[in-house]
């Protein structure tokens, strides 16, 4: 069993950024693939990145193409998702998850964290 925990949410305004973190713990992190989904109020639980055990493959949604960025180190057992040139539709909770899969699809996840919330004003 993995045990996951996000980092870095917070308010910011149009245009600003933030960099979240995902640290894993219980687990053999660098044998995961991670994932990143977010879900706001109303709406379904929507994918956002995801990047292999290696930091070979990355994936992104094309709404966040050329502003978000995903990247892992796995010897500190940690994942970050750099988000640059935020709008106010990127607002939701953001969550983390593992699976030995390649997969945009949340329920392919073995673990999550509990989610970090993000917040975009206008």
């Known amino acids: 069993q993995v045990q996951l925990v996000e980092a870095g949410g917070g308010l910011v305004q149009a245009g600003g950024s933030l960099r979240l973190s995902c640290t894993a713990s219980?687990?053999?992190?660098?044998?995961?693939?991670l994932g990143w989904f977010r879900q706001a109020p109303g709406k379904e639980r929507e994918f956002v990145a995801l990047?292999?055990?290696?930091?070979?493959?990355?994936r992104y949604a094309d709404s966040v193409k050329g502003r978000f960025t995903v990247s892992r180190d796995n010897a500190k057992n940690t994942g970050y998702l750099q988000m640059n040139s935020l709008k106010p539709e990127d607002t939701g909770r953001y969550s983390c998850?593992?699976?030995?899969?390649?997969?945009?699809?949340?329920?392919?996840?073995?673990?999550w964290g509990q989610g970090t919330q993000v917040t975009v004003s206008s």
């Open positions: 219980g687990g053999t992190f660098s044998g995961y693939n």
């Open positions: 998850a593992v699976t030995t899969l390649w997969s945009e699809i949340g329920w392919r996840y073995n673990y």
């Open positions: 990047i292999d055990w290696s930091s070979d493959n990355t």
